[in-house]
């Protein structure tokens, strides 16, 4: 693809969209998609440490299988300060890798005042995420900051929950949710400023 990445907010699921199936409310803000530069997409969990560096890595794979490497560009953060510097958990690495995601070589960071700006799309993993994303977040920069579950083919699912305290299970739960959620991020920024949100009843194929 050699045009830029469109992206009509009215495209991107908010969270009451993805509970009530509704229009998103007209004249939000358009993130600037000039073309000048990548689409950038950061991804944002707690830790940074579990989830979104799952996400990154899943989306940059998807992104990079779609042709369009160059022009979207993934990152991830946390809005916690517990774990900056580190690799990603083992266990998140190890169930990644048996899917064929190497996330060995990330290293935590936390969300910084930047990011707002910097980022045209910012996706949290679950509820705690998004209000500790909306309570720093510009006012002119908060139609960026959406549920990356809410992309998913799944529509009462919300949330990418936190593995960081289960089991086995809860880490394979990530990746699925994030495979799907990912996959429907990656069609809407394909279908661009055509698409329309689903009508009310369900996401359309
Ligand atoms: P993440 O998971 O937010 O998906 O990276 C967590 C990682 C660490 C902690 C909590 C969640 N922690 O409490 O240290």
Redo the contacts with the bound molecule.
Sequence with gaps: MSQPIPLDPESIPTQADAETRAMPPSGAEKPATDGARPFRILMV??????????AQCVMEQQVAEAGLRGQIQVDSA?T?D??IGDAP?HR?QEHALKRGYDISGQR?RQLADADFAEFDLILV?DEA?ERDVLARCPRQHRDKVRRLAVFGSQPQVLEVP????GGADGFEH?LDLVEDACAGVLARLQQGADSKMPPAGGMEG
């Design positions: 969990c707690l830790g940074n440490i579990c989830r979104s560096p799952t946390g916690g517990y774990h958990d998140s935590a993993m995420n936190d593995p960081y305290f990530v």
